[in-house]
């Protein structure tokens, strides 16, 4: 039942708001300035109204986006000093991070340092919305002389939809939201300084919240194409300041850009483009943008109408200007799919083998624009009965798709928060933010992504061992879905971890988790504990904390009035530290099946054997039985580990890091010491006898210190 009302109640929301709206938009329009302000906050208020209930809603969203952030962003506005995550995703340092930090300058990090999140959040989203809504009424009026009552439904379906005002508010939002805002200021420079100064704070702003990157493709490929039909104040003023806002943003960037290049060799993002032909990718990309459909983070008819719109403008009316309008928003639209078919590695530029580009996201904005420019041309024929109708008919349309979009969105909130719960729940999670059962061992968690979600660990002060980011080292995602999940259907290159699974939120008879998980690999891992929202089965679990049975389902009533509940948390006995000596080598000929290797460590990395494949092992032999090295003790510090250990012979240590080329370490002689993969997941040093001290570092070298050394 609830699943039909979802799939026809949209449509019928959309219908009944455009026959509404095309009877009273003309009459009711606002013509000043103070009424467009109200209208604008009116809109605004239903788009994120949502966000403005302080308590229990405040902190709703659809979708982890923010739940990650709630946990990531201080972490890293509290740990200044720390270029390396240790316990976050694995090991990858902060600067592969570039969505959720990697800024010279980020103004997210830094203002969740000095406000509350859940107030951050809220601006946020106030914030975008309305600069999506502003920023292409602005361009529509004062550039393209667009009707009022268009340029506003134009704005106000920019700002329902395309990830502006979901999840993604603060990861990508400003950077969709801003653009027409850039690109207004950019056509509009001229030798007034002024001009200038408006556009460089503009600019900066811009720069410190959006995401590294993707967007300034789409910025290029923006600008350029409106080239073809709208002419800037100046030719010369266009391209400097199309070019000081590049270099700015590389500048802020640098690092980010820089451990892109490094990381993605060795990181999960596989270049899975490019397994499907360029006629898939066009029809895929087809059904993404012009399928009618009123999804929030999809075209549909968002994108289509004004781009309909614009080309029956265009043709009827022989607009020139407004087909290469309309035409401009679908190149740019359909641009991702030609330039993910072409051969990077060939030409020398691996990386970009697995860039998505999104440049879809910049057509979005475009259209929107072309849409404008359409409705300019209706307004400059004079016979008002031919063009106006037209003119009140796109705006109608527009607010009614707009309006359809968030009933779809705001369904999902409702039926997220009673089977999910809210952020403020998962925030305040009695269990966690007091966590008595948590021994001071280091042993790492890893939660059951439903009303608890896994990225939040690092804001309780827990150590984690999955998460959510670009580039996860491709070790840790190959060791959690070959190892660890015994069906890793739904899980995401960047998403290690378990996938949401639906079972995980049904009620009430506790969940066989080892259909799902094999808990010895856990155990390799280092990991000591499982958090989870549903109660779970298994002889090997021992409940530390949380409910006695399984409460019931969650109603969204629940959700509104009860405080946050306690989680399950079980601990997973005998978790393999750290840092420990190697009992027995095994050796898998690198030609073997990959099977045998997955078998040969899922029976002997538990009993503290190392796995090599023979290109890593150089020289040690198979079976050869090694004295275990008694490790005293180990500390975790910033960017690697002090151990202490006794050697009276030569051996083996395990750290439970994913192998990455910037490791070093060395004995206190000085000596370098080698370190190689091993199981998968992990690394192995090999310790010279008599060896008391190991400084284990991961020494990265970050982009401007490679400079100065050149």
């Not at 066009?282 to 983070?297: C, H, I, K, S």
């Not at 808990?519 to 409940?543: C, E, F, K, P, T």
Request: glycine fraction near 6%; include cysteine.
């Amino acid at each position: 039942m609830i699943g039909k009302l979802l799939i026809y109640a949209p449509w019928a929301v959309l219908v009944v708001a455009f026959l509404f709206l095309k009877v009273m938009v003309p009459r009711l329009f606002p013509s000043s300035r103070r009424g467009l302000i109200f209208l604008g906050g009116l809109w605004i208020l239903m788009v994120q109204g949502d966000s403005l209930l302080l308590g229990p809603l405040a902190p709703l969203e659809w979708g982890d986006g923010e739940m990650m952030f709630y946990g990531y962003f201080p972490y890293l506005a509290n740990t200044h000093d720390g270029l390396f995550l240790h316990d976050v995703i694995g090991g990858v340092d902060r600067y592969a991070l570039g969505r959720i930090g990697g800024g010279l300058v980020s103004a997210r990090v830094f203002l969740s340092g000095v406000m509350p999140m859940w107030l951050l959040l809220v601006l946020m989203r106030l914030f975008v919305s309305s600069t999506a809504l502003y920023s292409i009424f602005l361009f529509s009026r004062r550039r393209l002389d667009c009707p009022p009552v268009a340029a506003f439904a134009l704005g106000a379906l920019f700002s329902a939809g395309f990830d502006v005002n979901t999840s993604m508010t603060f990861l990508y939002g400003l950077s969709i939201a801003a653009l027409p805002l850039l690109l207004y200021f950019l056509f509009s420079l001229d030798r007034e300084p002024r001009r200038w100064l408006i556009y460089t704070a503009v600019c900066l702003v811009y720069v410190m919240f959006a995401d590294p990157f993707f967007w300034l493709a789409g910025l290029w490929a923006v600008a350029l194409c409106m080239l073809l039909w709208h002419k800037p104040n100046s030719w010369v003023g266009f391209f400097v300041g199309l070019i000081a806002l590049s270099l700015l943003w590389l500048a802020n960037y640098s690092e980010a850009i820089w451990a892109v290049l490094q990381m993605t060799p060795y990181s999960s993002r596989p270049p899975d483009f490019l397994r499907s032909s360029l006629v898939d990718r066009f029809g895929f990309f087809a059904r993404w943008m012009l399928f009618p459909q009123l999804l929030y983070n999809a075209g549909g008819l968002a994108y289509s109408v004004p781009i309909v719109f614009a080309l029956w403008v265009g043709y009827s009316r022989r607009a020139k200007t407004v087909l290469l309008a309309a035409v401009s928003a679908l190149v740019v639209g359909f641009a991702s799919p030609v330039l993910i078919s072409v051969p990077w590695a060939d030409l020398g530029l691996n990386f970009l083998q697995s860039y998505r580009w999104y440049l879809e996201y910049a057509a979005f904005p475009l259209s929107m624009l072309a849409a404008a420019a359409a409705a300019a041309a209706l307004q400059k024929i004079k016979t008002t009965a031919t063009s106006m109708p037209s003119v009140t008919t796109l705006a109608s349309a527009c607010l009614a798709v707009g309006i359809a979009m968030l009933f779809v969105l705001k369904s999902n909130i409702i039926l997220h928060m009673a089977t999910r719960g809210n952020l403020t729940m998962m925030q305040d999670i009695p269990n966690l933010k007091n966590h008595t059962w948590y021994p001071e061992d280091n042993s790492r968690v890893v939660g059951i992504p439903t009303t608890y979600m896994p990225n939040l660990s690092p804001s309780y002060g827990l150590p984690a061992y999955d998460g959510s980011a670009t580039f996860i080292p491709k070790s840790t995602f190959v060791f959690w879905r070959d190892l660890v999940l015994r069906q890793s259907h739904g899980l995401s290159f960047s998403d290690p971890g378990f996938p949401l699974n639906p079972h995980y939120l049904e009620c009430c008879e506790p969940y066989p988790i080892e259909q799902d998980a094999a808990l010895d690999m856990l155990r390799v891992l280092n990991v000591g504990y499982i958090l989870s929202y549903r109660a779970l089965a298994s002889d090997r679990l021992h409940q530390v904390s949380g409910p006695v049975v399984q409460r019931g389902r969650m109603r969204l009533r629940d959700v509104i009035r009860r405080p946050a509940q306690d989680i399950f948390v079980y601990a997973i006995p005998d978790p393999l530290p750290r840092v420990y000596g190697v009992r027995q080598v095994v050796v898998i000929d690198d030609e073997q099946p990959r099977e045998d290797l997955l078998h040969a460590i899922a029976q002997h990395a538990p009993q503290r054997d190392a796995v090599f494949l023979k290109s890593d092992s150089r020289g040690i032999g198979d079976g050869e039985q090694i004295s275990p090295l008694a490790i005293e003790e180990y500390r975790i510090i910033k960017d690697g580990y002090d151990i202490t250990l006794t050697a009276k012979a030569p051996g083996l240590i395990i750290v439970n890091v994913p192998y990455f080329p910037w490791w070093a370490a060395e004995s206190e002689a000085g000596a370098q010491l080698s370190i190689r993969p091993v199981n998968i997941g992990q690394i192995a040093i090999a310790v010279p006898a008599h060896t008391r001290q190991i400084y284990l570092r991961y020494k990265r070298i970050t982009l401007f210190p490679f400079l100065h050394s050149l």
